[in-house]
């Protein structure tokens, strides 16, 4: 009997690639109930495709490589841009319920830095939650699939092949059961090691440190990018208010009404996402205050066409067709991850590794928006095709040990230690002082998956001395000619680490 294809997580990259698996049998591996935990749901926009009849997948690649400054990997880049139309009109068939007009156009909105309007939306602001629901339903309807909710991956199986045999993974009764089979990594980001996230804060890094702790290449762990307008309203995780606002003319004031992103960049609201995130930043950090002011751009049809905004906004009594919306940069989207080639192999045989975790390269030091569930869909997509030819492995697993638990108020202290050093804008002590904290809390509590994902990204961020993207050291605020790529093993993290602390700290 072949073995099975072990799944971890289940937002749009974990459904799409078990999807395509078949004939593949797959083992759907989900902590929270299918539609629960996953930011797929709350992703507001779309998804970016050249669906218009001005666009073009190259011009639609060409702005992704513009907005990643330097890093994108232009092979990467064109494949999700040549995919995309392709994949939403699959997911459309699928179910899910993009705005189309009645001669078939798509209702495509514009975000920033993008040349053209090619948002395909949802709802208005509901892609996310509509197209998880149309993915949830084929699932469940997969012959294929064995869904297991209430499983999460705890730890990988080492194989005697040097590779990966299967996960070890915790139930919700805290069970440990080992499952043999092919991996796929699937489980999200580490935004929610940020105190202030938009994603669910128990998106903390799993699948990288898993990844990392058996060996596997990371690629680019202090790329965080982090999104400009988040609700400030004090919540846990924060809502966000999407970009497509100050696609259809709403602009950002400061507690004045002064309109300060034109001061800042030429493309002013919808500039590239890093530059509006620290423009915002410095409003707050200098007591000026930032607003979102969709009232002469939105005003009315607020509740129709931006409803997840607007019920968010009037939950925390403020009505945004009459009031601009206070606003604070949240992590938001992790562009860098387990190194993977163009589908989705880790280079650790039997491991492999889709969405938001993974790191093929498209998006570079600072992502388009609206490309990250194409990226889930066209590299889910890939990863299945080769899965399905990949030859048989005669391999025996290997015990894991269990990841150790983080207390709650360890990882408080750890969220507020990376939101203040590892955030919109770092330097050299503040990112020496959240090593430390990484060390004493490793120190009392083991090598948990939020130290590792944590470590990860700070020792990338302190050996990057130059700006780029969304990386940006006060302390070295130039960007260097030379656009290079971070690889790093846990290993070389954890070597590397005390002369770049030693170096930090001495700045
Ligand atoms: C948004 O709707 O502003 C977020 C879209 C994205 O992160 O790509």
């Known amino acids: 009997m072949t073995r099975p294809l072990i799944i971890a997580g289940a937002g749009i990259a974990g459904l799409w690639t078990a999807l395509h698996a078949a004939p593949r049998r797959v083992i759907l591996l989900t902590g929270a109930p299918l539609?629960?935990?996953?930011?797929?749901?709350?992703?507001?926009?779309?998804?970016?495709?050249?669906?218009?009849?001005?666009?073009?997948?190259d011009l639609h690649a060409a702005d992704t490589i513009a907005a990643g400054a330097g890093l994108v990997d232009e092979a990467a880049a064109h494949i999700l841009a040549e995919a995309g139309p392709g994949e939403v009109e699959?997911?459309?068939?699928?179910?899910?319920p993009f705005e189309r007009s009645r001669n078939g156009e798509w209702a495509l909105s514009r975000e920033a830095a993008h040349s053209r309007a090619r948002?395909?939306?949802?709802?208005?602001?509901?892609?996310?939650?509509?197209?998880?629901?149309?993915?949830?339903?084929?699932v469940r309807a997969a012959d294929h699939v064995e869904i297991r909710e209430g499983w999460r991956a705890d730890a990988l199986l080492p194989a005697s092949d040097g590779g990966c045999a299967g996960v070890l993974a915790r139930r919700s009764d805290d069970a440990l059961?080992?499952?043999?089979?092919?991996?796929?990594?699937?489980t999200g980001s580490l935004c929610g090691l940020y105190a202030v996230t938009t994603t669910p804060w128990t998106s903390q890094g799993q699948a990288l440190a898993m990844a990392a702790q058996l060996g596997a290449v990371i690629r680019d762990p202090e790329f965080v990018q982090f999104h400009p307008t988040a609700i400030d309203i004090g919540r846990d995780p924060t809502p966000l208010a999407t970009e497509a606002l100050r696609g259809e003319g709403a602009i950002l004031i400061d507690r004045s009404g002064r309109r300060f992103m034109r001061a800042v960049h030429p493309q002013a609201e919808l500039a590239p996402r890093d530059v509006v995130a620290r423009?915002?930043?410095?409003?707050?950090r200098t007591g000026k205050g930032a607003f979102l002011d969709a009232r002469a751009a939105v005003g009315e049809a607020f509740p129709e066409r931006f409803p997840s905004v607007f019920a968010a906004c009037m939950s925390a009594g403020i009505d945004p067709r009459v009031t601009p919306i206070p606003v604070a940069p949240a992590s938001h989207y992790h562009m860098g991850g387990i190194a993977t080639d163009l589908n989705g192999c880790t280079g650790v045989s039997g491991l492999y590794a889709v969405g938001e975790c993974a790191a093929p390269g498209g998006h570079g030091a600072n992502r388009l928006a609206s490309n990250s569930l194409l990226d889930g869909l066209v590299f889910g997509r890939r990863a299945a095709e080769a899965l399905r030819a990949a030859p048989a492995r005669a391999v025996t697993a290997e015990p894991a040990e269990a990841a150790p638990a983080l207390p709650g108020p360890a990882l408080q202290r750890l969220r507020q230690v990376m939101s203040a050093e590892a955030g919109v804008e770092r330097d050299g002590v503040g990112l020496a002082r959240l090593i430390a904290v990484i060390d004493d809390l490793e120190a009392r509590y083991g090598g948990a998956h939020a130290l590792v994902a944590?470590?990860?990204?700070?020792?990338?961020?302190?050996?990057?001395?130059e700006s780029r993207g969304a990386h940006?050291?006060?302390?070295?605020?130039?960007?260097?000619?030379?656009?290079?790529?971070?690889?790093?093993?846990?290993?070389?993290?954890?070597?590397?680490?005390?002369?770049?602390?030693?170096?930090?700290?001495a700045e």
């Open 90 to 96: 699959a997911l459309y068939a699928l179910g899910a």
């Open 35 to 57: 539609g629960q935990g996953a930011s797929t749901a709350w992703a507001q926009g779309g998804v970016a495709a050249a669906l218009g009849r001005d666009d073009a997948p």
């Open 279 to 284: 423009a915002v930043h410095r409003q707050l």
């Open 472 to 505: 940006f050291r006060q302390d070295f605020p130039q960007t260097d000619a030379d656009a290079r790529s971070t690889r790093m093993t846990l290993e070389e993290a954890r070597a590397c680490a005390p002369r770049l602390s030693a170096a930090g700290a």
């Open 177 to 186: 059961a080992p499952l043999e089979g092919d991996v796929v990594l699937a």
């Open 454 to 465: 944590a470590r990860l990204t700070a020792v990338a961020a302190l050996a990057r001395t």
């Open 119 to 138: 948002v395909a939306r949802v709802k208005g602001d509901q892609a996310g939650a509509g197209i998880l629901a149309a993915l949830i339903a084929a």
